[in-house]
């Protein structure tokens, strides 16, 4: 009989407790929580602020009466593990309940403490009614103060997942809501041309979104900014990022990363031969950049706790490493993202070759009523292929595309293993070729040389510039919104009207979604013409790069009206 | 300059033409449609019936025109190939509007001719209005015929892909339909196990759903059954299956294979040097049974298009054989599948080794108030854990999960690296582990001898036999209906109870979905229970499984009541 304790009662600790009796009938198994409730979905918090999930009750999943009954766990909530006496193989608890602080022995110790949202010290933050999303207490204690409030104004200073779903949900509950963002976007998963679906999105729905400007300080109510803007918000919700919760950990002498999260060796075990952490607290091994990092994920979590629960009872495996994927709903778009993407690699100056993909396609059949253009960013390595990232934007089953990218990814796979992908397809849910394959296809005449690309983001450049781009649309299509100087010879024409375009000059070609363009640009390149580009994204993706930065930042646009259909 | 003649102008054959122009700008390409549309979506004809794509125009994709004006490429309908000179490299064409025939040279020759739907000469099939559904004429004549029809029964022959979209689509148009299938079951792709979840959903919308007999003969508007049944009809929609379109190889004497389909090599050349066919009329490499099979889906006719256009211009290629996967919606149940199935195993009486994996979860967080059961099978090799198959049903994203099944088969990979996969999680598109890591731990634990399983098919003997069946659901949940004669010791009961159980018969457990009896099975192991299986699939499954096989059989249901939730 081992005695088991574990540190933490939310995904990691509970689902290790839960493998751990699974494994064993006899071990004595105690999980300490510091705050009330055990096993409460801390992704879903920021639903309940929209009244998606109703009452706060329902986010807590297992009670601990539930524990000990069905697993023979026991889970003490309202207890702080305050020390870990590794000498004597003790942690000290204080029960919040009872005032007690009392000793508990353990044969193994798994730390689970999760990470805490960062409240910097900005000067003037008394004068502001300032909030944090981390559990059920916080998201009901956030839920309830607004429900009160007279004026409706809201700031989230944050642009990650937690600033964004916050953000969301309460502009639904009818909330002036601002979100601030220090950087030039919100979510890093997501690469800057990417994300600007999300930050238009934001924008149309309501939100005031602010990038690119920094919280200065606090007045009464007000958030002000560096850039002098002074932002009304009757309640501030502070989601500008989490630390791991290492102080127990460091108090104890365990060793902490330089990352700032626990240090664990490929079993999750800390320095400690028997203390073992999991979860937003350690750091891991990512598979694609080669370097340690911290990984706030919930499935990762929870595939640590397995694993821990496992070694503690003999059972091997092998640590994989990560490659992190993650998803999030922007009111009426789906995002979703793994592995690498161009600014990762770039803010980790990661001494790489690759090259990207970007294409749009319908999400399903184009004649079903309700196909929606699916946005899609592959990044793959140069030579080799081999498959480093996927980004999916859309309003329809984005998740599924990056879902396929992160098992390719998982298991080594390249982009010709893209084009050979047989994924199941009838109207209702897909394309015959879906847009994985499409992006195998593309990346492959890529690699093969067999046309070339310009991103997006590099058209108000060449426009600047004056380069010669051709817009290859029908011409009522054209006349609905096109590229200022863009000539508009339609793919319908291209062979008669060839002679139009200049042979000594590089040309850029572009349609709705690239498609058109493409067949124009291989059709040019076998007339002879040798400097020929696709603007990847084409007018479709251009009009949704251009568009918040044109509103953010005042200046001309490059189109004459934009077009999002 | 080389002259390419493509026969047939649909899926396969368009998609070729389309990739042929973008490899030369030069070469004559000329593509012939018996029919007077080219490039329709043929997958999405169904949806015509139901109103969900209004117009029958809007199923056609591309018109001659458009082919001419966008890629150069003639497209000649209403033409028909009657014969191939293979001496001469000449086709003999028939023009049916001018009824001129005439000749045409080639260089290469694609035959795309497509598969025909099997119409059996069946006594009486003059005495009923008989329609079969290929192309938009078909789906045209049949939408305006029963539009125009008094009485409102249909009866829709064979159980396929094609006749269960048109019985849905026709059902939701408002007409009493019949769905006559011969074999036990509809939709082979999916084990009979599973496919009572889509006959219980049939015949819950209103189907008149009849599996497991035979068309004998036809009246007077009226199907009369091998049971004697008589079906009032005043169309029959033909769906029985359909045949590779062979005709013209044939008779110009290129090799057809034992399948009955055109024989191709690995780029799909037939056996003339210069021809090669494409999509239903070939036979394809199943690259999990080893063995050559027909294959009518949409997704492999254009990726063989493709590399028979680039084989055509000198681009080599690996043919890696097929898996086949396949998606339907049947009325508000999504169901896909991939790979091996079990019926396929036994039928193919392949010397294969082999497991399942069945489990029901949640398709999201299930506190999202749109979360639904997601019912999973995966078919794994034993003892090697690679990956061999899978099907799911449910009202969520079940393609989602079999894409990446189909993704890891692709590739090779094992269950182990589905418990590895880190797949995109936010609660309104999945939970933190996802029904694929699941199926991967499941089918470690099974393969590591960690625990036993029956299931759902086994129960009806196990119940008749008077085995000892415990229901480890919560008393309220047991009483809201049960497997007669099961004893119920909830989970939470489970270890102050144990000894209610006896040890020297085996045990088989159950509860909802299986979770909870998953853990009670592992505690009375470590119990020293040595007898123990859970019943996969538990009450949800076994009440799918046995529901509409009582109503067909009137026999006794196993169960004091179903429960579906």
Do not use: W
């Not at 140069?382 to 980004?391: F, R």
């Not at 291989?522 to 400097?531: E, I, S």
């Amino acid at each position: 009989m081992k005695k088991i304790l574990i540190v933490g009662g939310v995904a990691g600790g509970a689902s290790a407790a839960a493998r751990l009796r699974r494994l064993s009938e006899e071990d004595q198994i105690i999980m300490f929580e510091k705050g009330p409730h055990v096993s409460f979905s801390n992704c879903a918090l920021p639903y309940h602020l929209s009244g998606v999930i109703e009452e706060a009750d329902k986010l807590v999943l297992m009670s601990p009466e539930k524990f000990k009954a069905q697993y023979n766990i026991e889970a003490r909530v309202s207890s702080e593990v305050l020390s870990i006496d590794r000498k004597n193989k003790e942690i000290e608890v204080k029960n919040y309940l009872t005032g007690d602080i009392y000793r508990e022995s353990y044969d193994k110790l798994i730390l689970s403490p999760g990470a805490k949202p960062i409240v910097p010290n900005i000067p003037g933050i008394d004068k502001v009614n300032v909030f944090t999303i981390r559990n059920v207490v916080d998201i009901d204690k956030l839920n309830r103060y607004v429900k009160e409030l007279e004026a409706k104004d809201i700031a989230v200073i944050g642009g990650g997942f937690i600033g964004v779903e916050a953000a969301e949900n309460l502009r639904e509950a009818g909330y002036n809501v601002s979100l601030i963002e220090a950087m030039d976007q919100i979510l890093k998963p997501f690469d800057y041309d990417m994300v600007q679906i999300l930050h238009k999105e934001m924008y149309d729905k309501g939100i005031n979104l602010i990038v690119g400007d920094k919280v200065e300080n606090f007045e009464e109510n007000k958030v002000v900014l560096n850039s002098g803007k002074k932002i009304t918000a009757k309640a501030v919700v502070m989601a500008i990022g989490v630390l791991p919760e290492i102080t127990l950990a460091k108090e104890a002498g365990l060793e902490i990363a330089q990352t700032g999260a626990i240090k664990v060796d490929s079993n999750y075990k800390t320095s400690d031969n028997d203390i073992y952490a999991v979860g937003d607290a350690i750091e891991v091994y990512n598979a694609l950049t080669h370097s340690m990092t911290k990984l706030s994920l919930a499935g990762p979590a929870l595939k640590q706790a397995r694993s821990v629960a496992n070694h503690i009872n003999g059972k091997k495996g092998i640590n994989k490493g990560y490659i992190g994927s993650s998803a999030i709903k922007v009111f009426d778009f789906n995002a979703a993202s793994t592995g690498l993407n161009e600014g990762l690699i770039k803010a980790l100056n990661m001494n790489i070759n690759y090259d990207i993909v970007r294409l749009i396609t319908n999400d399903k059949v184009g004649i079903m009523p309700d196909a929606k253009p699916l946005h899609f960013k592959l990044i793959y390595e140069v030579p080799t292929g081999k498959v480093l990232g996927a980004q999916a934007i859309g309003k329809g089953d984005v998740t599924k595309r990056v879902d396929i990218i992160a098992t390719v990814i998982k298991l080594g796979g390249t982009v010709e293993d893209l084009k050979d992908l047989e994924l199941s397809y009838a109207p209702p849910f897909s394309t015959a070729k879906d847009v994985v394959n499409y992006a195998g296809y593309i990346a492959s005449n890529l690699l093969e040389g067999d046309f070339k690309q310009v991103n997006v983001d590099k058209v108000r450049k060449l426009v600047e510039d004056k380069a010669y781009i051709v817009d290859v649309r029908e011409v009522r299509e054209f006349e609905n919104g096109h590229i200022k100087g863009a000539k508009n010879i339609p793919l319908s024409q291209l062979r008669d009207r060839v002679n139009e375009i200049p042979k000594d000059v590089p040309v850029y070609l572009h349609c709705r979604t690239g498609q058109r363009s493409y067949n124009a640009a291989l059709a040019l390149q076998n007339l002879g013409y040798n400097n020929v580009s696709n603007i990847t994204g084409s007018f479709l993706g251009l009009s949704y790069y251009e568009y918040y930065n044109d509103i953010l930042t005042g200046r001309e646009p490059i189109v004459t009206k934009y077009n999002f259909k």
